[in-house]
């Protein structure tokens, strides 16, 4: 199940998803803003040139959260996924980006049974002080769990990082943290400024190396 980052469904994320299906897996790239109805898609190289980023994309990011997508919607996804013939055995990967790491984490700590991995790539908000936090949940995660960070993120500081850490070792989450040098917060995406195809390749080839361990 892949997470979508904050701009939603568009050509870049499908091209992602793509990638990840290429190698053999089959990949449910959802639409985490349907709650909003029908919207076009989003073009990140005007939503950041406009400098309204979060005045456009705000009633958006308000119609989800960790809760609704990844305890309620996975629920969903799950029991879709269990209808297809094409899926073999029960072992579930995830991966998210931007806000969708978050929802990854928290997938893996409320459907524990199913998922085997999940990563989380330059995500903030991974253990905050909300009641949703996905640092909440580490006692309950049997995933084996890779975690991406990028350089000078505030929605993921360095106190975030040590308490994420902190309670992962606390619960013995098997988990890999990395913090990508150079890489600034949404980096594997190719349609936004700050894309760095050298740390999106090391991302991806990490991403698919966690996925055939865990679900082969």
């Keep these: 199940i892949f997470y979508m980052d904050g701009l939603g469904i568009r050509q870049t994320l499908k091209n992602m998803a793509q990638r990840i299906a290429d190698e053999g897996f089959l990949v449910l790239l959802p639409d985490l803003y349907y709650r909003m109805g029908a919207y076009a898609p989003f073009n990140p190289t005007e939503i950041f040139a ?3 980023f979060r005045e456009k994309l705000g009633p958006y990011f308000a119609s989800t959260n960790p809760q609704k997508a990844g305890v309620e919607d996975t629920r969903a996804f799950i029991a879709h996924l269990d209808t297809r013939g094409d899926v073999k055995g029960k072992k579930i990967g995830v991966t998210g980006y931007c806000m ?4 990854a984490l928290t997938a893996a700590g409320t459907h524990p049974d199913r998922i085997a991995a999940a990563a989380s790539f330059h995500a903030g908000n991974l253990a905050s002080d909300a009641e949703t936090s996905p640092h909440l949940l580490a006692s309950k ?13 505030h929605s993921y500081p360095p106190e975030m990082e040590a308490r994420l850490k902190q309670a992962f070792d606390a619960a013995h989450v098997n988990y ?3 913090t990508y040098e150079g890489a600034k917060h949404g980096w594997t995406k190719a349609d936004f400024p700050i894309y760095n195809r050298d740390a999106a390749e090391r991302a991806h080839r990490e991403l698919i190396a966690l996925f055939r361990r865990q679900l082969s």
């Excluded at 969708?100 to 929802?103: D, E, K, L, V, W």
């Excluded at 995660?141 to 990028?150: D, F, G, L, S």
């Design 50 to 52: 406009s400098g309204a």
């Design 100 to 103: 969708g790491g978050a929802i």
């Design 141 to 153: 995660i049997k995933a084996e769990v890779y975690v991406a960070a990028a350089v000078e993120d």
């Design 176 to 178: 890999r943290h990395e």
